[in-house]
């Protein structure tokens, strides 16, 4: 397998090439390096990946991705799913990163609540390639929100993931995708990705937030 830490390197370098939107408050208050990018967390040979929009500072602060308010939504949700109990304590919830990868489109925390910009996804989207198809083992991406989901719009012919999510049953229904990444010395490697879209689990979210729960434990029953 790829060298991980070679892969986070990279990104650092990259970030530090040229400047782009970081909050750096929050990572300074976190004592860590706004450059430092928070990739991923849980078990790269895991069979499914959630896949969310960006970091928040629940997550700069704890190094590791959702695991604020929506995250602990998806925690909870596994931890059930896994063990068919309820968590009784925080640390309860770490069981499930055994089980589990869990990253973002970008591997930084905007300023504010805004999303990353497509430049800037563009710029990222190398790196967050070759974590999906090259260091992680798995197959079954539960994408969180739309931001998520279109992150994946590259790998589909024009116009079918946006025909998908126009689909009632969007929220029960796999589509696949074809990621393709570059390693080291260039090479082109594809993966054959199931996605399993969701929608966000924030508060704010009026729609979809009370539904969410049950959402996620139909689409985990079909795996654990």
């Known amino acids: 397998m790829p060298d991980i830490i070679q892969l986070l390197s990279e990104i650092q370098q990259e970030a530090e090439k040229a400047s782009f939107p970081i909050d750096e408050p929050v990572y300074l208050a976190a004592g860590l390096k706004p450059t430092q990018p928070i990739l991923y967390a849980g078990n790269l040979n895991s069979q499914l990946c959630f896949f969310a929009r960006d970091l928040g500072k629940d997550e700069v602060h704890a190094s590791q991705p959702l695991i604020g308010a929506a995250g602990k939504l998806v925690r909870n949700g596994l931890y059930r799913a896994i063990t068919q109990e309820t968590p009784t304590k925080s640390t309860d919830l770490q069981i499930i990163l055994d089980h589990v990868l869990l990253t973002n489109t970008v591997p930084y925390k905007p300023p504010g609540n805004k999303a990353y910009s497509q430049i800037v996804k563009k710029r990222f989207r190398p790196f967050v390639e070759r974590l ?93």
Not at 136 to 163: H, M, R
Not at 168 to 179: F, G, K, L, Q
Not at 195 to 220: A, G, I, K, V
């Open 132 to 224: 999906l198809v090259l260091h992680w083992q798995g197959s079954k991406i539960i994408t969180l929100g739309n931001e998520a989901f279109n992150w994946f719009t590259p790998y589909s012919e024009k116009g079918v993931l946006a025909d998908f999510f126009q689909r009632s049953d969007r929220y029960s229904a796999t589509i696949e995708v074809n990621v393709v990444a570059k390693d080291s010395t260039g090479n082109l490697h594809k993966k054959l990705i199931t996605l399993m879209p969701l929608p966000h689990p924030s508060p704010l979210n009026q729609r979809y937030y009370s539904q969410f729960p049950q959402l996620l434990q139909e689409r985990l029953a079909a795996i654990f």
